[in-house]
């Protein structure tokens, strides 16, 4: 694990703290009502949940879920929450894998009204705020914002960008989402009405398998030069967000350094094995 | 509070007792870091144990001329999955405290990129942890914390700092970078202390 905050990197230095303590709510248990479910791409679900005793969480955090079965065997899985904000109402989108034992569950057999267990929020890290304190560089300015998803890791990314848009917050934000298909990509609707509805939040869609008809570019894997083009450019300062496979934001993270971009400046999240 | 899950099963019964509460077995090794991956020259790359007198040194030639170990060890991450057999080659703390003199009782990892955890210092010696440079028989990868991490097996694998350069002794324990960011101060997988 790294930490991209700023701290006294010299190990003979006192230690210092690596972060402000984050004022995130605290985690607990919690019994959540499945109050909507709906399929959000071919392999993936949207379940809403009417989370009882939810403090609210910060966009970019996560949960776990835990199932039991009748025999007292437990499942306990993390998710990313979609949300953000005080409410109980909790939006996850759930991918799911094909070896997978919670995943499947969740995207197949959940219904609505139905109950599971969950524990949250959790992680203080990867979270964007809208207040701006949290993106202000050393000079004081406000700092752009860069998300760079890859398929299912655009779901912290679209809880910071709605949280964006929904504090009419003025901090420029770019999103690069590199999808499979058209077919795959998550909250279409949403990420289309939050760039169509503000100037300060632009999104640009990577294609890796097949695009949309007419689209300017073939099919393809991100590479270095469409990502120098398509992220705000290191001179700007941005804080970046950058989530998705362990190989998607390997590769991402150390393009971006090549660029120019501060490794302290990068946070990521990853998902998978290697 | 806990209830049956409606239409759950599961969908193995393989528990083994090595298996933490909350935890499922993985064969591939998944990746978890707040940053990039951070690039680090063996040629450049320094240890030190900082402590109430002073700092001791070893660069990677001295580092790899002390007593090394093989270890064979289960591992368990917070994110719920736990490798079982892993093995690994590394120097022993013991090794390293051989000839460190200190009363301070507590420990601060740093590593290159600035990731830091805290761990007591008698929770690093007696054949508890190592910094460990081979996984299963190759040098271990820049992504899983080399070119050396920190190995703690017995804690959540977040306390295995990657890309470890150095112990900072301390009077009282403080919280490291994902302590302070809701992980648990001790992190003991088998009491699940996951979260604050």
Same mark, same amino acid.
């Given at each position: 694990m790294s930490d991209a905050s700023s701290l006294a990197t010299d190990a003979s230095e006192a230690a210092t703290p690596a972060a402000p303590v984050r004022t995130v709510p605290r985690a607990g248990w919690h019994t959540a009502t499945v109050v909507a479910v709906h399929r959000e791409t071919p392999t993936a679900s949207r379940l809403e949940l009417d989370v009882d005793g939810w403090p609210g969480n910060a966009a970019g955090q996560h949960l776990d879920v835990r199932l039991t079965a009748p025999d007292g065997y437990t499942a306990t899985r993390s998710y990313s929450i979609a949300s953000s904000g005080p409410s109980s109402r909790v939006v996850l989108a759930v991918d799911k894998l094909p070896d997978g034992e919670v995943s499947p569950f969740l995207v197949d057999e959940v219904r609505t009204g139905d109950l599971l267990e969950v524990h949250g929020p959790?992680?203080? !890290? !990867?979270v964007w705020e809208p207040d701006g304190r949290r993106s202000l560089s050393p000079a004081g300015r406000v700092r752009p914002v860069q998300l760079v998803a890859g398929g299912s890791g655009v779901v912290p990314l679209f809880a910071m960008a709605q949280a964006h848009a929904a504090a009419d917050d003025l901090t420029p934000f770019r999103m690069l989402y590199s999808v499979r298909t058209p077919d795959d990509v998550y909250f279409a609707d949403e990420l289309m009405a939050l760039a169509a509805a503000s100037d300060a939040f632009r999104l640009d869609l990577v294609y890796t398998r097949r695009t949309p008809d007419g689209w300017p570019t073939p099919p393809g894997r991100i590479m270095r030069e469409a990502l120098a083009a398509a992220v705000i450019p290191a001179a700007d300062r941005p804080l970046v967000y950058v989530c998705g496979s362990t190989g998607f934001v390997e590769q991402v993270a150390s393009w971006l350094i090549e660029l120019g971009h501060d490794a302290q400046s990068i946070r990521t999240e990853r998902f998978g094995g290697t | 509070m806990s209830f049956i899950t409606r239409g759950f099963s599961g969908r193995s019964r393989e528990r083994d007792d090595r298996l933490p509460p909350g935890q499922t077995l993985v064969h591939d090794f998944p990746v978890l870091s707040a940053g990039p991956t951070p690039e680090i020259d063996t040629a450049e790359w320094e240890f030190t144990i900082r402590t109430e007198t002073g700092v001791h040194r070893w660069n990677w030639d001295e580092f790899m001329a002390l007593k090394i170990d093989d270890v064979d060890t289960d591992i368990h991450c917070v994110t719920h999955w736990s490798k079982l057999g892993t093995s690994w080659r590394g120097v022993s703390l013991d090794t390293l405290f051989e000839e460190v003199e200190t009363e301070q009782e507590y420990v601060m990892a740093h590593s290159y990129g600035g990731y830091t955890t805290n761990v007591p210092l008698d929770e690093l010696l007696d054949g508890k942890a190592w910094v460990a440079f081979e996984f299963d028989g190759e040098p271990l990868d820049p992504e899983h914390g080399g070119p050396a991490r920190l190995l703690v097996?017995?804690?959540?694998?977040?306390?295995?700092?990657?890309w470890v350069r150095g112990l900072v002794m301390m009077d009282q324990d403080e919280p490291g970078f994902w302590e302070q960011n809701g992980y648990h101060l001790h992190g003991d997988p088998w009491k699940e202390e996951r979260y604050w």
């Open positions: 959790l992680g203080a !890290f !990867f | 097996p017995h804690l959540y694998f977040w306390k295995s700092a990657k």
